[in-house]
């Protein structure tokens, strides 16, 4: 009976500690011309505990209009022995917005959801930087004053809906006498635990309430795999 007791007051308090964990996740994106290089990494308990998700390769099929990615996975210090490649066509992209538009169409109670739940996400660190050059200087004077306005509504919408801790890194170089792409991009953001459980009750709660439920059908599933 003892040793029942201490079990489940253990469970209690690591229930508890598990609420109050904060998910620290990294978001890494870089891209150079025709490299691409995407990694997501989650964290908790200063990073005892972490997960990664890499997709190193991104790049046009040169058979059909679609695009091929590569991606693997790595638990703590051990990584996949295999990478994933799944290739991603028009007709994928096509079928997940339309799955997207009805959802947020039919539901509209769920914004409400989300956006309770993103006050509670608070932005670590933003960084991005880019360098831009189309073989044009006067083009590519117009390119730069364009992503300077499109970086300044993302950090409008972001400082909108979630909590922006840290002051933005932006920046953008122009290249007058050349053509390259290249953008590096960083983001780590943070939030209890409890609060995505929270969210995730609600929503529960909101799809038993009679909602239309949204289908979980998707053509990413399907097992299609491309050599690079």
């Avoid at 005892?48 to 693997?72: C, H, M, N, T």
């Avoid at 608070?122 to 004053?145: P, Y």
């Amino acid at each position: 009976m003892i040793w029942l007791l201490a079990s489940l007051i253990i469970l209690f308090l690591l229930f508890i500690l598990i609420l109050f964990t904060k998910l620290t996740i990294l978001l890494t994106y870089f891209h150079h011309n025709d490299n691409d290089d995407l990694k997501v990494e989650f964290r908790i308990w200063f990073g005892l505990i972490r997960y990664k998700k890499s997709i190193p390769l991104i790049k046009v099929d040169e058979d059909s209009p679609s695009i091929v990615v590569k991606s693997s996975t790595e638990t703590g210090n051990a990584e996949s022995s295999k990478p994933k490649v799944t290739q991603i066509t028009n007709k994928d992209v096509k079928s997940y917005w339309k799955r997207t538009q009805d959802l947020l169409k039919n539901v509209k109670g769920l914004q409400i959801i989300i956006r309770k739940f993103s006050q509670k996400i608070s932005i670590k660190e933003f960084e991005w930087q880019t360098m831009i050059g189309i073989g044009d200087a006067a083009h590519t004077a117009i390119l730069t004053g364009a992503l300077w306005t499109l970086k300044g509504s993302v950090i409008g919408v972001l400082s909108q809906y979630l909590k922006l801790k840290t002051s933005p890194k932006l920046s953008i170089t122009p290249q007058f006498q050349g053509s390259v792409v290249q953008t590096y991009f960083q983001c780590i953001f943070q939030f209890r635990i409890g609060y995505a459980i929270l969210a995730g009750l609600k929503l529960i709660k909101f799809w038993k309430g009679g909602k239309p439920p949204f289908k979980n059908k998707s053509n990413f599933s399907n097992d299609r795999t491309k050599s690079i």
